[in-house]
């Protein structure tokens, strides 16, 4: 053997007895958090409660209020601020929950604060939720409202809530260009140490700020939260859909619940549900 044979040999030799280096495994996902046994008990009978309208709770297949809210962490001891909550699906929830040891707060847009075109729609919005709040006293008497401007958005007193919660908002302030000010607004509340919880429609990649399909990346939310100062600290599957293709003519407002399809395709769009989702845990740092 030559000498230069004999030097490859004994280099392929040191290598075969040294053992194999693989990359570094990615750092796993924090575990999805779950509540203590009484705080589930708690949040089982507000999902179970009588006075949440049917068509919401039909929907609880889809929005998976139970795992979505454990997974944000939600306690019934804690402050927590819904932003823009609409005709009141989560407020059917969380405001009878958070009753006895913590706080609801309902963000609405302040109707003053936004062009005359738009005044009446967010007025009559905030108004259905008053009457839901005021007819319903039992469950929603310990409810509390604020009003904010869409172009300088205040939630509440700086670091007074533990958790903000915004389901299925994110695209629509991305089309009028006030998503990064959310953020910053929600940052401002939130304790140090508190949870941004953030469900959204998922497109497959980026779309551009005017996009009219109603879906917005996950990147795109992550890159939002983390501008305005957040941590991300786990993301679930626990909304999403393979089924939704994404690719309809009238966007996600073809799916249920908005249903805007021709008639004769009702049975297709009911096959595949409501949207896929992301469902997103953010962090204010404590410092």
Do not use: C
């Not at 046994?37 to 409660?49: E, Y």
């Not at 859909?241 to 805007?260: I, M």
């Amino acid at each position: 053997m030559t000498r230069i044979s004999l030097s490859l040999a004994i280099v392929a030799a040191l290598a075969a007895a040294q053992p194999a280096f693989a990359a570094s495994p990615a750092k796993p996902a924090p575990a999805a958090q779950s509540l203590p046994a009484a705080d589930a008990a708690a949040l089982d009978a507000a999902l179970k409660g009588d006075w949440r309208d049917p068509k919401n709770a039909a929907r609880d297949i889809y929005r998976h209020p139970k795992e979505t809210l454990s997974f944000f962490g939600v306690k019934p001891t804690q402050t927590v601020v819904e932003i823009t909550p609409g005709g009141g699906w989560y407020a059917e929830v969380l405001a009878p929950y958070l009753k006895a040891g913590g706080t609801y707060v309902a963000a609405v847009v302040d109707p003053a604060s936004v062009a005359e075109k738009s005044r009446n729609y967010y007025q009559r919005s905030a108004d259905g939720l008053q009457k839901k709040f005021t007819d319903g006293a039992a469950q929603y008497d310990k409810a509390t409202t604020v009003k904010y401007d869409p172009a300088a958005p205040v939630f509440g007193a700086p670091a007074s809530a533990d958790v903000v919660l915004t389901f299925r908002n994110v695209h629509n302030w991305r089309k009028a260009s006030q998503a990064e000010g959310m953020f910053k607004g929600f940052f401002a509340v939130l304790k140090p140490g508190g949870v941004l919880g953030v469900v959204e429609h998922r497109a497959n990649k980026d779309v551009a700020a005017d996009d009219d399909t109603g879906y917005v990346s996950e990147a795109q939310v992550i890159a939002l939260a983390e501008a305005a100062g957040f941590r991300l600290d786990a993301k679930s599957e626990v909304n999403a859909n393979p089924k939704d293709t994404k690719d309809y003519a009238n966007g996600v407002w073809t799916l249920p619940p908005s249903n805007n399809h021709p008639e004769a395709e009702r049975a297709k769009y009911q096959a595949i549900g409501e949207s896929d989702r992301m469902t997103l845990r953010f962090v204010k740092p404590h410092h």
